[in-house]
């Protein structure tokens, strides 16, 4: 009987006979890891000790710390994850200052916020980016701005209207020859079907008619026009009448009295009325 008390006990008794077989030791809980963090290396002072708790990064960057830079892989896992997530307050409220300043023409501020790296193609909740406000307004500074810094040309708003509508709408010549220059689809300026030949026709028809501009007025809108017409033709390949357009451009810059002027003005107004004939014709 003794001896089967004594095979009870198991290897865990004790060494002498009347010691009795010792509790086992309850089994300890395995440590876990803490939430969100990552495995804290050996000896690395926590809590009191640590004189203040450390947060995620500074955990994460002592960790890091010996194997190096975090990996580039990661990095570009982050900024997919944080795109998708939209931006935070603060990018939201840059944005919007964008639109706001290209459309009260502070040049300065657009400048500051696009050298700071925010977007020029975020739109509002009506799809109007800095572009639609700008080319609205008629200021090229900023539109050529906006597009050194990767504005898109060709952005519809929730109309439909892309930033070379707009500049049409409101006439503004020069605007439309940037826009041009920067991409915008010739097909795309009105959805009527007007094109820059259209505006030029109805800006030379002014001008004709007009009897308070001064020389260096006119002289400026129609240089503008032949500029704005030039960009357009090229981009259609129409590279013949392009050079007829030189051509204009080089007796402009030759004319110095008001009867100079009007007569290349009339010549331009003859040249367009005879483009519009020809692409009326080539559209049936």
Same mark, same amino acid.
């Given at each position: ?61 002592? !960790? ?116 041009? !220059? ?47 017409? !030039? ?54």
């Amino acid at each position: 009987m003794e001896g089967g008390g004594g095979a009870a006990a198991g290897p865990g008794a004790g060494p002498g006979p009347d010691s009795g077989p010792e509790p086992e030791p309850e089994p300890q809980p395995e440590p876990q890891p803490l939430v969100g963090l990552p495995l804290l290396e050996p000896g690395l002072p926590l809590g009191p000790a640590a004189g203040a708790p450390l947060g995620y990064l500074h955990v994460l960057w002592q !960790r890091e710390e010996p194997a190096g830079k975090i990996p580039a892989r990661r990095l570009r896992r982050a900024a997919r994850l944080h795109r998708r997530l939209g931006p935070t307050g603060k990018e939201a409220h840059a944005l919007k200052r964008l639109r706001e300043a290209a459309n009260s023409n502070d040049l300065d501020t657009v400048q500051q916020l696009l050298e700071d790296g925010t977007d020029p193609c975020a739109a509002d909740d009506k799809g109007r980016t800095a572009l639609h406000f700008a080319s609205c307004n008629g200021n090229d500074h900023i539109v050529q701005l906006l597009l050194d810094h990767g504005a898109d040309p060709n952005q519809r708003d929730g109309l439909g209207n892309t930033p070379l509508h707009l500049a049409a709408c409101t006439n503004h010549v020069p605007v439309i020859t940037t826009l041009l !220059r920067g991409g915008a689809r010739v097909d795309a300026l009105d959805r009527a079907g007007r094109t820059p030949l259209h505006l030029a026709k109805s800006k030379l028809n002014i001008l004709q008619e007009g009897l308070s501009h001064s020389l260096e007025a006119v002289r400026l809108e129609v240089k503008q026009i032949i500029q704005m017409l !030039r960009e357009y033709l090229d981009r259609l390949g129409r590279h013949e009448q392009k050079e007829q357009l030189d051509d204009l451009c080089s007796r402009l810059q030759m004319t110095s009295t008001k009867e100079q002027v009007d007569e290349v003005t009339d010549l331009l107004a003859s040249f367009t009325s005879l483009s519009l004939q020809m692409q009326k014709m080539e559209n049936r």
